[in-house]
């Protein structure tokens, strides 16, 4: 018997009085690689778009390699102890109680190691989120809670899964996760299709996981940077399979995830087992999740192509946080492959001025009111209020 309720701070502003703690999930460092095929399907789908594409493919081969999606990346501007503070933060200073804070970087666990080495943060937990294929599509799974001892040797076993997978093996490496007792396995925004294989696949693909993997999968995520109609699919899908919802933000910005969950425990351990062993989900959504969802995606481009002056030298600029191989195969950010004076040609910086204009003043203001969502507002996504 699982017992879920989700609450909106816009509703109940005590949402989290009775409860011990908040637990931030699910957010990325500038240590997480974000890939950037995205572009080439951009490409290929809009085509009064592929002109613009084609000409800096021939700039960069002027320049003596060619643009390759594929190996390309960008990544989120904030290092560890910041996107840590900023997790933190919000729920000691918005909700007034302590934070356990689970960082999940895309198949990479520096930033968690990194923070255990500082006393504020030590008790983080060994997390990541796991790329994982499957047929021809992918998942993303949030493995959170990592046996030090284990966890680079885990890594290993996730890595050499990536290079050579099969339906079979990825059962036997979560059945095994599964045995650890304080080890959390969410399946992070299941029904987002990110491969796009095209929603019957996807669907087809998740039925065969979910039936090959339902016992050792603990909860699906409501993705806090996901829109209503996606996180009432996941809620839906949750009621098929008898899945208990766990929140997860998905935060690549300088915002604070969009949604937390309240617990009665004290350690991340403690809410593991909550999850686990009691299925209790406290979902708590955040103010920013009543922003429009296309406004929120606006504001998280913009976090990541502004320049930040107080941060580490290297990670400053967007084009120090986007990176290509060169014309050695070699992979740098690209604000090294720049020619002439190395600043990014006159074409990007008009493109990133455009877009930099529509989160200021009237504009902004204008692109919020127009994509406001009144009907998900009204919805919500759960009859059940903490």
Not at 6 to 18: F, P
Not at 81 to 108: C, G, K, N, Y
Not at 279 to 305: C, G, H, Q
Not at 355 to 369: A, C, K
Request: proline share 6%; with cysteine.
């Amino acid at each position: 018997m699982q017992k879920l309720s989700i609450s909106y701070t816009w509703r109940k502003r005590d949402s989290s009085r009775g409860f011990n703690s908040g637990v931030s999930l699910h957010s990325h460092t500038c240590l997480s690689k974000e890939t950037l095929d995205f572009l080439a399907d951009m490409g290929s789908e809009y085509h009064i778009l592929r002109p613009i594409f084609a000409n800096r493919e021939r700039y960069c081969r002027d320049l003596g390699f060619e643009l390759n999606y594929k190996a390309s990346y960008w990544t989120p501007p904030l290092p560890p102890h910041l996107a840590f503070d900023l997790e933190r933060r919000q729920i000691e200073d918005t909700l007034q109680i302590p934070a356990l804070v689970s960082i999940t970087d895309h198949d990479d666990i520096t930033a968690p190691l990194i923070l255990r080495s500082e006393a504020k943060s030590a008790h983080v937990p060994i997390s990541v989120e796991w790329t994982a294929p499957y047929h021809d599509s992918v998942f993303h799974l949030g493995i959170h809670n990592l046996p030090a001892a284990t966890a680079s040797a885990w890594m290993l076993t996730f890595a050499e899964f990536t290079t050579a997978p099969s339906p079979s093996r990825l059962q036997q490496i979560l059945s095994e996760l599964h045995a650890l007792p304080d080890v959390l396995i969410v399946f992070n925004h299941p029904v987002w299709d990110l491969n796009k294989v095209g929603d019957e696949r996807h669907r087809f693909c998740i039925h065969e996981f979910m039936t090959n993997c339902a016992p050792f999968i603990h909860a699906m995520e409501l993705n806090g940077l996901r829109g209503w109609t996606e996180n009432r699919a996941v809620q839906a899908l949750a009621q098929e399979w008898k899945q208990l919802l766990i929140s997860g933000g998905d935060r690549h910005g300088i915002q604070p995830n969009a949604n937390t969950n309240l617990t009665h425990a004290t350690s991340f351990e403690e809410f593991v087992h909550e999850i686990r062993r009691e299925r209790i989900s406290n979902i708590l959504f955040m103010a920013s999740y009543a922003v429009p969802w296309k406004y929120r995606i606006l504001e998280s481009t913009l976090d990541v192509i502004r320049h930040y002056p107080e941060f580490p030298e290297g990670t400053r600029n967007w084009d120090d946080r986007v990176y290509h191989p060169d014309h050695n195969g070699v992979t740098r950010p690209i604000s090294q492959l720049w020619p002439g004076d190395g600043r990014a040609p006159v074409f990007a910086r008009y493109v990133l001025g455009a877009v930099r204009l529509l989160g200021r003043g009237p504009l902004s203001s204008g692109l919020r009111l127009a994509w406001n969502d009144r009907q998900g507002l009204r919805t919500t996504l759960s009859n059940q209020e903490a």
